[in-house]
């Protein structure tokens, strides 16, 4: 399994941004689907957004829309999550995630079951207001 490491959380006032990366360990990372999710304290871990292997689509939880985006850098063997407009209800320890399958789409990281594809450790995001 690939193995992930995640960067660019900290602190940052409401309305502020963020970018957020996560780099894998080897290129097999660019065959896969990748997702954000993020657990707040005392809150389940939940779906962010996601891009597929190949950049092609994107899917992003209502929460986030119009506010954060999804790339890939294939030749980085990284993804980023761009955070716009934050506010205090982002506060969240950020996880990225791949899918255990190869090649497939974006919206499909919304429904895995939560013990399938490899994690990163997190990284934590702060928003004061």
């Known amino acids: 399994q690939v193995e992930l490491v995640e960067s660019g959380g900290g602190l940052v006032q409401a309305g502020g941004s963020l970018r957020l990366s996560c780099a894998g360990s080897?290129?097999?990372?660019?065959?896969?689907?990748l997702g954000w999710f993020r657990q707040a304290p005392g809150k389940e871990r939940e779906f962010a957004a996601a891009i597929s292997w190949n950049g092609a689509s994107t899917y992003f939880a209502d929460f986030v829309k119009g506010r954060f985006t999804i790339s890939r850098d294939n030749a980085k063997n990284s993804v980023y999550l761009q955070m716009d407009s934050l506010k205090p209800e982002d506060t969240a320890v950020y996880y990225c995630r791949t899918h255990p399958r190869r090649f497939t789409t974006a919206q499909v990281m919304s429904v895995l079951p939560p013990d399938s594809g490899s994690w990163g450790q997190g990284t934590q995001v702060t928003v004061s207001s």
């Open positions: 080897d290129r097999s990372f660019n065959d896969y689907a």
